[in-house]
């Protein structure tokens, strides 16, 4: 989209660099090594599972609200400094008002790791504050593939579909919320307000 794209090529380029640099001796170390990272990148995942599992069961609010904030400072790891930056420098470019640079930024970030909800995230806030209905939707869907859980996509998706007066379907959404994340408040309260509406619609 624009000229920062030239950015992606340059760290591949020094990725492969820096992988050449290992000589014939470490030829056994890949199984080892891929061995260790499986185990490494298995315990942040076997933690967001607990995590959602925990909130699941936890009613009382104020907790329930800790495990979540919890939940997205884990899925906020995307685990690369690179990707770091790229949402750093997007953030930076919104604050400016830059929509264009932001957006750019965005697509970067997910080109290097489709499977990280947080660009896909907040891509979809960007397009859902200029008005981009549809290309919102299409990354909330995107983080949904992803992440069936994700909170803040099921948040986005219910209010996505009322903002289009798709009350059906929104409350649908939200009652998937809060399959996963009973104890919200504001979602009992979203669920609750569209159901008297649809009722009275129906009269």
Known sequence: ???????????????????????????????????????????????????????????????????????RNQLEDSGSATIALLMQWADKAIQDKKTPAAL????????????????????????????????????????????????DALAGMAALLQATDEDRMALEAWQRYLDVFPADRTAQEQVGTLSEKLAGSRT
Request: proline share 5%; charged share 25%.
């Open 104 to 151: 750019d930024f965005l697509d970067q970030a997910i080109a290097l790791k489709p499977s990280y909800t947080g660009s896909w995230n907040k891509r979809a806030t960007l397009n859902f504050t200029l008005g981009n209905y549809r290309r919102s939707m299409a990354d909330v869907r995107q983080i949904l593939t992803i992440d069936p859980r994700n909170l």
């Open 1 to 71: 989209m624009l000229a920062m794209r030239f950015f992606i090529p340059a760290i591949f380029c020094l990725l492969a660099a820096s992988s050449l640099t290992t000589g014939t001796a470490l030829a056994d170390e890949p199984t080892k090594s891929a061995s260790a990272g499986a185990a490494a990148s298995s315990a942040p995942q076997d933690r967001i599972d607990d995590l959602y599992r925990s909130l699941k069961k936890e009613r009382d609010p104020d907790k329930a609200a800790a495990i979540a904030e919890e939940i």
